[in-house]
């Protein structure tokens, strides 16, 4: 009921009998623009619209469950899932390239270039964030960065960061990993500092409350003389 009004605009705005025009609004179609403003507009909203916030972050989707959405959002011209209609340069969704940023952050897939001038890392910040205790994710961001073309880049501003006195903390930049404290992690202490900082999240755990003792139960002796007339 509540897409209601954007399935009235899919079913109001249909090609005419050649494929060549929308019959509502006149729109002639091209091969970079298949479908008129309003049904790209409806089917966009229908495609996000059914998220909720926490899917936004793909995160709790598994691998197999991601690529059987990346062939969903596929098509010619546009998206036949969330109708993006394709320009230029652009032949993915946004929800693709999503999803594809979560699939290299995992591992499940190669690190690419977003676009030209932007470096490995762009739009795949958790994978370069020092988090959990997974040493494996940080060893690929840092493998990333070695071959990132804005290596040289990354590397400059970072030092004038250092040299500012700006700390850097648990994040990873220019192939450098950097703790909570802003302290630097050689790459070959990944695996221990991994260990250490699973050790050091053990102990940081509350302490379980101790179950109270039961009540000590009376000799009978003594339970008979709580009695006004134990004795009898």
Request: hydrophobic share 35%.
């Given at each position: 009921?509540?897409?209601?009004?954007r399935?009235?605009?899919?079913?109001?705005?249909?090609?005419?009998?050649d494929?060549?025009?929308?019959?509502?609004?006149?729109?002639?179609?091209?091969?970079?623009?298949?479908?008129?403003?309003?049904?790209?507009?409806?089917?966009?909203?229908?495609?996000?619209?059914?998220?909720?916030?926490?899917?936004?972050?793909?995160?709790?989707?598994?691998?197999?469950?991601?690529?059987?959405?990346?062939?969903?959002?596929?098509?010619?011209?546009?998206?036949?899932?969330?109708?993006?209609?394709?320009a230029?340069?652009?032949?993915?969704?946004?929800?693709?390239?999503?999803?594809?940023?979560?699939?290299?952050?995992?591992?499940k897939?190669p690190v690419?270039?977003?676009?030209?001038?932007?470096?490995?890392?762009?739009?795949?910040g958790?994978?370069?964030?020092?988090?959990?205790?997974?040493?494996?994710?940080?060893?690929?961001?840092?493998?990333?960065?070695?071959?990132?073309?804005?290596?040289?880049?990354?590397?400059?501003?970072?030092?004038?960061?250092l040299a500012s006195?700006?700390?850097?903390?648990?994040?990873?930049?220019?192939?450098?990993?950097?703790?909570?404290?802003?302290?630097?992690?050689?790459?070959?202490?990944?695996?221990?500092?991994?260990?250490?900082?699973g050790?050091?999240?053990?102990?940081?755990?509350?302490?379980?409350?101790?179950?109270?003792?039961p009540?000590?139960?009376?000799?009978?002796?003594?339970q008979?003389?709580?009695?006004e007339?134990?004795?009898?």
């Amino acid at each position: 009921m509540t897409d209601g009004p954007r399935r009235e605009t899919l079913a109001k705005h249909r090609p005419n009998h050649d494929h060549t025009a929308c019959t509502a609004c006149g729109f002639v179609y091209t091969p970079a623009r298949p479908l008129c403003p309003s049904v790209a507009g409806a089917l966009r909203e229908l495609s996000t619209g059914a998220l909720r916030p926490q899917d936004l972050s793909l995160g709790h989707y598994t691998t197999g469950r991601l690529r059987a959405m990346t062939r969903e959002h596929t098509g010619e011209g546009r998206c036949r899932r969330c109708g993006f209609v394709y320009a230029g340069q652009v032949r993915l969704c946004p929800t693709s390239r999503r999803i594809t940023a979560e699939l290299e952050t995992r591992g499940k897939a190669p690190v690419t270039q977003p676009h030209t001038g932007q470096g490995l890392c762009a739009g795949k910040g958790s994978g370069w964030t020092v988090t959990s205790t997974k040493a494996a994710v940080w060893k690929r961001a840092m493998a990333a960065c070695s071959v990132c073309p804005l290596l040289a880049q990354c590397e400059t501003q970072l030092e004038d960061r250092l040299a500012s006195g700006v700390k850097v903390r648990e994040q990873i930049m220019a192939g450098r990993l950097f703790t909570v404290t802003g302290r630097e992690v050689e790459a070959a202490g990944v695996d221990a500092f991994a260990v250490a900082r699973g050790r050091t999240k053990k102990k940081q755990q509350k302490p379980r409350a101790p179950i109270p003792a039961p009540a000590a139960t009376p000799a009978p002796a003594r339970q008979l003389s709580l009695f006004e007339n134990g004795a009898a």
